[in-house]
């Protein structure tokens, strides 16, 4: 990498790539220099290595690096490819180095250069630039002596929720890519995870057609995974038919096509999260297969969701019910084991702990005895870590506390999909336990560690409260907001969840107190350390805090002003597009954000270049939001064609976004399901990115993460 600086290397690195493309490099060579090209914003390489065609025509590479680097890259480009294939003595030079070269990587700071000359017969090019870059993959296989250390699996699936919690697809599919890239999981629980990616955005028939999904039927699952493959198989087959009342279509497709998948997974207890989709196959089963009373009281339960199928399944006749046998505790043991074998839920596991802890040492030494339930029996140990689990929220925060609850963020992870924090009906003892339960947690430093970590976790239980933001929940909002901020690894915890909290808290409303505390909650979370990778999550808060009412705007300005003053030192490093949001929110409040003229015109990230020419359509609700970004965006280069639209569902307008648009940016948080299903069926393979709030800088950071990532030559993982 050219410099010390990884932003500064990438606007090098662009400017560098485009003003390649004026020279006529040697024929079979344009492979090769384009490797080359790639040390310059590669963290691997101590410097770079940049082909070049000199005043004269002749073909040389320019080694440059920073004088601390230089000593590491001379030794290894004089083994590679010294005096035997090239000029190279290992010795700086500026012979043949053009001044527009010069002054092109002037910003990374002072450099040592040396000019490289390659033999002008095919054969001896082609051997010393094949030198070059096999010491290039040297350095890229060589241990990092400032290596950090690696991540926990468990952090990267919170991150991984983290996004998903505010609809950041693409981060979150980066996050999935990383867990299969380095073999972190193994096949089947990546799959999940991609079940659950694909149906954060309603993507059901992306998941029927993953490969490999009747496997997934039959497989071990979580209650949260089992709901939404039955979801996808409703939406997928039967969604249209059921609404369009076709009852015998409807009937046939069950039987023909969904039951042979959907018949596995629809065992009682059913999931708490199952929705109307699954219900409805639920009511499917029992009319193919009257004897299923288990089934049938749970859809008796859910008749609201059932539409047409209602009456049906009242018309059904109960079987006559037969006494159940009572089973000895080894044998009750047993059955719990094997329900555990067969379904990854911590209510299953807590189940069959009490179950074997009824049981003395001779029933027990029994029950290992044999397979299957010996192996079962070891990985119940393990998976559970102790004697017991918890089996809701407030219990998992009493147990936080202690040292040696080691998998206390794997039993969050799939807690989340299994306790519900508040309802329709929240009960104030519920929710006063887990206040009391949050505030405890904050008094211990392990505590409140793990607490912001698995916050995630608990956001998305919260989210998937009927009533979210729930006003009966403001207090437990507004706790987990203080823990977060007052917590010792604010710098590194998960910022996007955090800003669901503070929508919530803001959406619901508060007293002038209130609000003082949440904006000062705000400014502590933002800490000391501010930095560019923060820039948007800063400007989608403060979009937050205008679009809500605000009972002292003193506080909303100082928070603002506080903002802005960090974000004064870093005007430099920012990239056009967040400039651009800066100096629109700095204009209301009355700040001057100018960047330097140099740096304007530099325009070193080359995003406004790449911008030029194309046609970008925003959707989302919040008109307000897509006209602002539709500004930002043409100020930038006038020849950018922005289309926004809000319809409410499919028009001739929208497809024919869908259709031509260069990019097209979907408002998650702001948009309806409906248009949304239109758009991706007409967008085909074309790019479709999701903007994860609802203000302008959630699309302008959409865009630029697009064109950013097309820019470094990298593929977008999805």
């Known amino acids: 990498m050219i410099g010390a600086n990884p932003e500064t290397a990438k606007r090098i690195a662009s400017q560098l790539r485009v003003r390649s493309m004026a020279f006529t490099f040697p024929t079979g060579s344009e492979a090769l220099c384009n490797q080359l090209l790639e040390t310059v914003d590669s963290t691997a390489f101590p410097g770079a290595l940049v082909?070049?065609?000199?005043?004269?025509?002749?073909?040389?590479?320019?080694?440059?690096?920073?004088?601390?680097?230089?000593?590491?890259?001379?030794?290894?480009?004089?083994?590679?490819?010294?005096?035997?294939?090239?000029?190279?003595?290992?010795?700086?030079?500026?012979?043949?180095?053009?001044?527009?070269?010069?002054a092109a990587v002037a910003e990374a700071g002072h450099c040592v250069t040396a000019a490289i000359k390659v033999p002008t017969d095919p054969g001896g090019r082609e051997m010393a630039l094949r030198a070059l870059v096999r010491a290039r993959d040297t350095f890229a296989r060589a241990p990092s002596l400032t290596r950090a250390a690696p991540e926990p699996t468990s952090w990267l699936l919170a991150r991984f929720q983290d996004h998903l919690n505010v609809g950041r697809r693409d981060a979150a599919a980066a996050v999935l890519h990383r867990l299969r890239d380095e073999l972190r999981l193994d096949a089947l629980n990546l799959r999940s995870l991609e079940v659950q990616l694909l149906s954060t955005f309603n993507e059901w028939a992306g998941i029927v057609n993953l490969p490999g999904f009747a496997n997934l039927t039959r497989a071990r699952r979580t209650p949260a995974t089992t709901a939404l493959l039955l979801e996808a198989l409703y939406q997928a087959h039967l969604a249209s038919p059921f609404e369009a009342g076709d009852q015998a279509a409807v009937e046939s497709l069950y039987a023909q096509q969904v039951r042979v998948l959907a018949a596995p997974m629809l065992k009682a207890p059913l999931p708490y999260s199952l929705r109307a989709g699954g219900w409805r196959l639920a009511t499917l089963e029992v009319l193919s297969s009257p004897a299923r009373e288990d089934l049938r009281t749970g859809a008796a339960a859910r008749s609201n969701v059932l539409g047409w199928l209602a009456p049906r399944l009242a018309a059904v006749s109960s079987p006559e019910k037969r006494p159940v046998p009572r089973l000895d505790s080894t044998d009750e043991a047993r059955e719990r084991i094997i329900a555990g074998e067969a379904r990854e839920s911590v209510d299953v596991m807590s189940a069959a702990l009490a179950a074997l802890a009824r049981l003395d040492d001779t029933q027990r030494a029994e029950l290992a005895r044999a397979e299957p339930f010996r192996s079962a029996l070891r990985a119940l140990e393990q998976e559970a870590g102790s004697t017991s689990v918890p089996t809701s929220w407030p219990m998992w925060l009493t147990r936080i506390s202690d040292a040696t609850f080691t998998n206390a963020l794997a039993l969050a992870r799939m807690g989340a999909e299994e306790w519900p924090i508040a309802g329709e009906a929240t009960d104030p003892v519920e929710v006063a336990s887990l206040f009391d339960a949050l505030n405890k947690a904050q008094s211990d430093s392990l505590a409140a560690e793990r607490t912001a970590q698995a916050l995630p976790y608990i956001v998305a239980s919260l989210q998937r409260d009927p009533l979210f933001p729930n006003s009966a929940m403001t207090q437990i909002y507004s706790s987990l907001l203080t823990l977060l901020a007052l917590g010792s690894g604010r710098g590194t915890s998960v910022y996007d969840s955090s800003l669901v909290l503070i929508e919530a808290l803001l959406s619901i409303g508060t007293d002038a107190a209130q609000y003082r505390e949440i904006a000062a909650d705000v400014d502590e979370l933002a800490g000391e350390g501010f930095g560019v990778r923060m820039v948007y999550w800063t400007l989608e808060l403060i979009e937050a805090f205008m679009r809500s009412p605000a009972p002292d705007t003193a506080a909303r300005e100082k928070l603002v002003h506080s903002v802005l003053a960090r974000l004064t030192p870093l005007r430099g490093r920012l990239s056009c597009l967040q400039q651009a949001a800066v100096r629109s929110l700095s204009n209301e409040f009355g700040w001057t954000f100018d960047v330097p003229p140099t740096q304007q015109d530099l325009d070193g990230d080359g995003l406004a270049a790449r911008l030029r020419g194309k046609s970008i359509a925003i959707y989302s609700l919040v008109e307000s939001a897509s006209r602002q970004?539709?500004?930002?965006?043409?100020?930038?280069?006038?020849?950018?064609?922005?289309?926004?639209?809000?319809?409410?569902?499919?028009?001739?307008?929208?497809?024919?976004?869908?259709?031509?648009?260069?990019?097209?940016?979907?408002?998650?948080?702001?948009?309806?399901?409906?248009?949304?299903?239109?758009?991706?069926?007409?967008?085909?393979?074309?790019?479709?990115?999701?903007?994860?709030?609802?203000?302008?800088?959630?699309?302008?950071?959409?865009?630029?993460?697009?064109?950013?990532?097309?820019?470094?030559?990298?593929?977008?993982?999805?």
Request: aromatic fraction near 8%; hydrophobic fraction near 45%; proline fraction near 5%.
């Open 51 to 102: 082909p070049e065609q000199a005043a004269d025509g002749e073909f040389l590479v320019v080694a440059i690096a920073l004088p601390s680097d230089w000593r590491r890259l001379c030794p290894v480009l004089r083994a590679f490819a010294g005096p035997t294939l090239t000029s190279f003595d290992g010795l700086p030079s500026t012979d043949l180095v053009v001044a527009d070269l010069l």
């Open 629 to 718: 970004a539709k500004v930002v965006l043409q100020a930038i280069s006038g020849d950018i064609d922005v289309q926004c639209s809000a319809d409410q569902g499919g028009t001739s307008q929208l497809r024919a976004l869908a259709i031509n648009s260069d990019l097209f940016v979907v408002a998650w948080a702001a948009a309806k399901h409906a248009a949304t299903d239109f758009i991706r069926a007409h967008r085909g393979d074309q790019p479709l990115v999701y903007a994860d709030g609802k203000g302008v800088s959630s699309l302008l950071r959409a865009v630029e993460d697009y064109f950013t990532a097309q820019l470094g030559g990298r593929t977008r993982p999805d």
